[in-house]
């Protein structure tokens, strides 16, 4: 079991920043490659961000791409979302999600992760 507790949301200004962090329980997170996922109104839920159980491997979505960067540290057993340079477009739920040993150490599938945490308002206005 993993649980996730999903922080740091809020209302930013564009071109702004904010950090989100994942706070994470259970003793399967060390095995578990971690995401980072946002749902915009209207839209279907997308992963954004990825690292590899270990924290060498990286996937971004093109749309965040030099924008955002996602780390972990396993010994606090935490994840963060760094988001520099915000704009309006970026304003959704942002989830993040575990997946226990996906094949290969990070997983880009949706379906193949197995916690989620309850998600975390950003806001960004113009």
């Known amino acids: 079991q993993v649980q996730l507790v999903e922080s740091g949301g809020g209302l930013v200004q564009a071109g702004g920043s904010l950090r989100l962090s994942c706070a994470a329980s259970g003793s399967a997170f060390s095995s578990s490659a971690m995401g980072w996922f946002r749902q915009a109104p209207g839209k279907e839920r997308e992963l954004i961000a990825a690292?590899?159980?270990?924290?060498?491997?990286?996937y971004y979505a093109d749309s965040v791409k030099g924008r955002f960067t996602i780390s972990r540290d396993n010994t606090k057993t935490m994840t963060y979302l760094q988001m520099n340079s915000l704009k309006p477009e970026d304003t959704a739920i942002y989830y993040c999600?575990?997946?226990?040993?996906?094949?290969?150490?990070?997983?880009?599938?949706?379906?193949?992760?197995?916690?989620w945490g309850q998600g975390t308002q950003v806001t960004v206005s113009s």
């Open positions: 999600a575990a997946n226990y040993r996906p094949l290969g150490g990070i997983s880009t599938s949706r379906a193949e992760y197995d916690y």
């Open positions: 690292i590899s159980w270990g924290g060498y491997n990286t």
